[in-house]
């Protein structure tokens, strides 16, 4: 069975700071790994996907993710939050199926 | 590209009501996902349609639910005899194909059963 843990319910940055959001994955084969990001009262958007290409994942909004194998790690990094990156964040594992398993999520506050 | 759509958007219903909802897939997706999110968490798989197929179902799926894909296009999901546990947030996602193939997902019905 795969499953995602997010460390981190709620993470709080200033405006203009590093954003880093956790995300950990167990799975028992190779893993499709996403992180979506959802607004207030709206479906969810994706951010960006690792499928065994480049370890390093760069997104839309300026996000990107590294996969890191040994750690079995997949956190979401932004060098620069924007007032508009306020919401909250899903990692996700999918099977070869396409059937995602999310994770709790992290809301993320900026401050001004 | 329309996106995918859902309808309705909200639905407050009375326990022991049935409750139908509809998803509409982008056009040329052949994959159809059910999720279901309750405030707090992470969508929760529900079943999967590959065209007019359904693949899998999960065990949060009781007997009270049921999803159909009749053409391979659009998607219903009915509740029937609603119980209060049943509020939650109702998403359908589509994609091309499986595994890495993103999902891409609608609005979601809000569903609250009083």
């Known amino acids: 069975a795969q499953s995602v843990t997010q460390l981190g319910s709620h993470v709080s940055v200033s405006e203009g700071a590093l954003v880093l959001l956790r995300c950990n994955y167990s799975?028992?084969?190779?893993?499709?790994l996403f992180w979506y990001v959802q607004y207030p009262n709206q479906g969810l958007q994706l951010l960006l996907k690792?499928?065994?290409?480049?370890?390093l994942v760069k997104g839309i909004n300026g996000f990107e993710a590294e996969f890191k194998k040994s750690e079995t790690s997949f956190h979401l990094t932004k060098p620069s939050a924007h007032m508009s990156d306020a919401a909250e964040y899903f990692c996700?594992?999918?099977?070869?199926?396409?059937?995602?398993?999310f994770g709790t999520g992290t809301r993320l506050t900026i401050i001004p | 590209d329309t996106g995918v759509s859902q309808d309705p958007r909200h639905k407050i219903t009375k326990r022991g009501q049935n409750v139908t909802f509809r998803c509409d897939p982008i056009?040329?997706?052949?994959?159809l996902y059910w999720y279901r999110q309750t405030l707090g968490q992470g969508p929760e798989f529900l079943t999967y349609?590959?065209?007019?197929?359904?693949?899998?179902k999960s065990r949060l799926l009781s007997d009270r639910f049921s999803a159909e894909r009749p053409k391979g296009s659009f998607s219903t999901l009915e509740i029937q005899r609603t119980e209060q546990g049943d509020s939650a947030m109702y998403l359908c996602?589509?994609?091309?194909?499986?595994?890495?193939?993103?999902?891409?997902f609608g609005p979601g019905t809000r569903l609250t059963v009083t």
């Open positions: 690792y499928t065994s290409a480049a370890t």
């Open positions: 996700a594992v999918a099977t070869w199926r396409g059937k995602l398993t």
């Open positions: 799975s028992s084969v190779p893993p499709y």
């Open positions: 056009s040329e997706h052949n994959r």
């Open positions: 996602a589509s994609s091309l194909e499986q595994g890495a193939d993103e999902q891409y």
């Open positions: 349609f590959q065209n007019e197929a359904q693949l899998e």
